[in-house]
């Protein structure tokens, strides 16, 4: 089992460039849900998809948006990158049924706006 | 916000117990306790969790207090590889978004 999966492991970006993330969970999960992880802090809920569709939203605005895929996988997108956008972005996965909040985290994106 | 308050850092010598305290006084009847925790460079990890009873896994054991107003993460036979940030995070049974605070940061020395 390969675990949660994402793609790049770093990248870099100048301001107002768009990003797009990958991520694939851990074999049968489908839910994937996205978080920001600013240095020294906690991470922070993004968002949350499941069935292909957004099913929760934490405070982020409009520029970041994602995807879920027919085989769960998902993307997360970020346009009109600001230079407070450099973070780690982590993905993590669980299955619909189940210890739901027993999230796999993958190992995350870091990355950084000039 | 995050409704936990933890100590922003501990200390253990490898081979003791670690213990990590947590104080989640508002905690409602229907919340769990979950302890996940992040070791540097990589993505949370899933530690325990619990509801009212005390709960013994591979990894720890967690303690809630009578009252559920406090919680401990027991880590018996701390190692090195134990060094990271310790995050308690209190969430209805189902509820599916991981609010994360500022965490533990526990350092192991030899």
């Known amino acids: 089992d390969a675990g949660v999966t994402q793609s790049p492991t770093h990248l870099i970006k100048t301001r107002g460039q768009q990003v797009t993330l990958r991520c694939s969970p851990k074999?049968?999960?489908?839910?994937v849900s996205w978080y920001q992880q600013a240095l020294g802090q906690g991470p922070q809920f993004i968002f949350q998809?499941?069935?292909?569709?957004?099913?929760q939203r934490g405070n982020f605005p409009d520029r970041f948006s994602g995807h879920q895929f027919p085989n769960y996988s998902s993307e997360l997108n970020v346009n009109a990158l600001l230079l407070g956008d450099s973070a780690l972005y982590l993905c993590?996965?669980?299955?619909?049924?189940?210890?739901?909040?027993?999230?796999?985290f993958g190992p995350g994106t870091r990355l950084l706006v000039l | 916000d995050a409704k936990t308050t933890q100590p922003p850092s501990m200390d253990c010598a490898e081979g003791r117990a670690a213990n990590l305290p947590c104080n989640h006084s508002?905690?409602?009847?229907?919340?769990?306790v979950y302890w996940y925790r992040q070791i540097h460079s990589q993505g949370p990890q899933y530690i325990i969790h619990?509801?009212?009873n005390n709960e013994t896994n591979e990894m720890a054991s967690l303690i809630i207090t009578e009252d559920r107003k406090s919680s401990t993460l027991i880590l018996p036979h701390a190692t090195l590889r134990d060094t990271a940030v310790y995050y308690c995070?209190?969430?209805?049974?189902?509820?599916?978004?991981?609010?994360f605070g500022a965490g533990t940061r526990l350092a192991v020395h030899p």
């Open positions: 993590a996965s669980s299955p619909e049924r189940g210890h739901q909040e027993t999230q796999y």
């Open positions: 074999s049968g999960h489908d839910t």
């Open positions: 998809y499941y069935e292909e569709e957004e099913r």
């Open positions: 508002t905690i409602s009847g229907n919340e769990y």
């Open positions: 619990g509801l009212k």
């Open positions: 995070i209190v969430m209805p049974g189902g509820y599916n978004k991981l609010i």
